[in-house]
């Protein structure tokens, strides 16, 4: 049975903001070898127009490495795409989900093969309602935002988590590991 994977970056303050932290070359590096070790990534409509900027940098690479390996990792991982107003994607590695989340990961996670990766605040606030994530990598960013969209909004219910594993990053990130 596969694993779903959350794995989302945070600012201190508890926001979801992938325009908010400070990424550098060991941050991109761990999150290609990440993606290098799933076989999907499930994104919602907003983050998944958000992550189509890497395909930029398949037709016009940059002159770092590390963000050309990240957008050739991104661009090879299978994407399903979960939307209300999308009618296609053109991106070829990504499709649509063909059946609402729940049954459509349950089907995922019997199938072997690799972890499932869920890269959208949206689909994680669900899933965790519906108990389907297995483990959640939080990289938390030293910035606080000040505003912006909680990690964790609308979930009601106390979670409580166990801490599996840490990882500091040079520039002062924290991923942290962690199982419900």
């Known amino acids: 049975m596969r694993k779903v994977v959350a794995a989302i970056n945070m600012t201190l303050d508890g926001i979801y903001d992938h325009t908010a932290g400070i990424p550098d070359e060991e941050i991109h590096q761990h999150y290609t070898d990440l993606l290098n070790k799933g076989?999907?990534?499930l994104y919602g409509r907003i983050t998944y127009k958000l992550m189509e900027y890497w395909r930029t940098l398949l037709e016009n690479p940059s002159e770092e490495k590390v963000m050309d390996d990240f957008a050739t990792a991104?661009?090879?991982i299978p994407k399903i795409v979960f939307s209300n107003t999308l009618k296609n994607v053109d991106w070829q590695s990504a499709r649509l989900a063909q059946q609402n989340l729940e049954?459509?990961?349950l089907e995922l996670k019997q199938q072997s093969g690799?972890?499932?990766f869920v890269g959208s605040r949206s689909l994680i606030?669900?899933?965790m309602k519906l108990n389907l994530i297995d483990e959640y990598q939080l990289c938390i960013y030293p910035v606080v935002a000040g505003s912006g969209f909680s990690l964790f909004e609308s979930i009601n219910d106390?979670?409580?988590f166990r801490l599996t594993k840490t990882k500091t990053f040079k520039g002062g990130a924290v991923?942290?590991?962690?199982e419900p």
Not at 175 to 178: D, E, G, V
């Open 74 to 76: 991104i661009d090879k």
């Open 39 to 41: 076989d999907a990534i």
């Open 175 to 178: 991923l942290l590991y962690y």
């Open 158 to 160: 106390r979670t409580v």
């Open 103 to 105: 049954k459509e990961v």
């Open 114 to 116: 690799k972890n499932i």
């Open 125 to 127: 606030i669900q899933l």
